[in-house]
């Protein structure tokens, strides 16, 4: 009971903590340690993805209640096909159970589904429940839920180099325009605009790398490695790394403020 009271409304000393003008604008998340989750409970791992879905629920409602512009989920990497038949089945299946029950709370909180990825290479069922998930959300204009699905920051990056040459090609886009600003419009997060690199990028289960995701829009992101599984992470953990952020030192190659 307890527990649950922290859960909804976060404990009010660690409130104080929190500096509500500096939330991130843009928080990315590796969402991981679902299946170590379920194996430490002698379950299948795909019992880890169920739960980490209900997490899924719950973070995005906080987030939102903080006021975060976007929130970046990785859900499933171009290299996450290397797993067995039955867990990508299981995965593949999950955004339709997830959006079934979701839209209309995800209409309620006012979010927008947007999402980075192949999806066109997912199934057709897949696809669809993604596609009108974005279609029935796509007027709200609060926090922006974005997931990255069949994701892979080198096969995005790949993609935006064939697509700036044949725009060089075509006379459409000349060599020496092309600045950083060019490059972060030819990426998949050029959908965020004006909120494309996230200030904050945690990583759940302990695991320190980045696994192929936003290589480009993490040049300056803080990065964060908590231990929790991603199915017992939750609001209390999202505002302990939050102010973990709001206390970190941004120089950006500058210097401290008071070295100025
Ligand atoms: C993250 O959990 C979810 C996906 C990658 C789809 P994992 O399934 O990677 O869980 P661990 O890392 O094996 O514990
Ligand atoms: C990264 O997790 C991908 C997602 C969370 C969707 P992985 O579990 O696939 O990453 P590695 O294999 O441990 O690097
Ligand atoms: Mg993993």
New binding site residues.
Partial sequence: MFKKKIETQINPEMMDNLDPNRIPHHIAII???????AQKRHLP?VA??KQ?METVKKITKVASDLGVKVLTLY???TE?WKRPDQEVNF?MDLPIKFFDKFVPELIENNVRVNVIGYIEQLPEKTQKAVLDAIDKTADNDGMVLNFALNYGSRAEMVTAMQKMATAVQNNELAVEAINEETVAEYLMTNSLAPYQDPELLIRT?GEERISNFLLWQIAYSELLFTDVY?PDYNGVELVRNIIAFQNRDRRFGGLKKENK
Avoid: T, Y
């Fill in positions: 969402m991981d340690g679902n299946g170590r989750w791992r880890g993805h980490g859900a499933f990497s996450n995965l289960s991603w």
